[in-house]
């Protein structure tokens, strides 16, 4: 997967996950990204700075900041929510992080070791318990190849 961050016409800058380059490319070459704020179809590339690779897999401070590629845009005019939309929006985070505080209270995290682990306790090689991790696509298709049971969840920022 590739994160990229992204900029829309209005100035909006948010971050989109991708298979690779050339999905994102297909993607934005059929029109299918649109910012998530205020819903325009015109969305490039942001530039970002470069993060060096590390050991570890960062924490949430660590996201590049970005400037607007290509022309400025207009000025941006404030996006505001209906108060509808805002308290949707305000508790489906609150339920993704609770869904990460009980993944994270209730499972062992092992990392990049995820699909290996879940073979060990699939077939039988470690006792069994709940697990969460890292896999890469390939590693999620060999899993589900197997009959190995696992969900991929939506990892937000724990708020605190």
């Given at each position: 997967m590739i994160r990229?961050?992204?900029?829309?016409?209005?100035?909006?800058?948010?971050?989109?996950?991708?298979?690779?380059?050339?999905?994102?490319?297909?993607?934005?070459?059929?029109?299918?990204?649109?910012?998530?704020?205020?819903?325009?179809?015109?969305?490039?590339?942001a530039i970002m700075a470069p993060r060096p690779l590390r050991g570890g897999r960062g924490s949430d401070r660590d996201v590049a900041r970005t400037?607007?590629?290509?022309?400025?845009?207009?000025?941006?005019?404030?996006?505001v929510m209906s108060g509808e939309a805002q308290a949707k929006a305000a508790e489906l985070m609150k339920?993704?992080?609770?869904?990460?505080?009980?993944?994270?209270?209730s499972a062992d995290y092992v990392g990049e070791r995820f699909a290996e682990t879940a073979r060990e306790i699939h077939y039988g090689e470690t006792p069994k318990r709940n697990i969460y991790g890292e896999a890469?696509?390939?590693?999620?298709?060999?899993?589900?190849?197997?009959?190995?049971?696992?969900?991929r969840i939506p990892w937000v920022p724990r708020g605190d």
């Amino acid at each position: 997967m590739i994160r990229y961050e992204l900029v829309c016409a209005k100035g909006h800058g948010f971050e989109g996950w991708f298979r690779d380059g050339r999905t994102y490319d297909q993607q934005a070459k059929a029109g299918k990204l649109a910012c998530p704020i205020c819903g325009t179809r015109k969305v490039d590339k942001a530039i970002m700075a470069p993060r060096p690779l590390r050991g570890g897999r960062g924490s949430d401070r660590d996201v590049a900041r970005t400037q607007p590629s290509g022309e400025p845009a207009e000025e941006a005019k404030p996006t505001v929510m209906s108060g509808e939309a805002q308290a949707k929006a305000a508790e489906l985070m609150k339920a993704m992080r609770e869904l990460r505080r009980h993944v994270e209270a209730s499972a062992d995290y092992v990392g990049e070791r995820f699909a290996e682990t879940a073979r060990e306790i699939h077939y039988g090689e470690t006792p069994k318990r709940n697990i969460y991790g890292e896999a890469s696509s390939e590693d999620e298709r060999a899993l589900k190849d197997e009959g190995i049971e696992f969900e991929r969840i939506p990892w937000v920022p724990r708020g605190d």
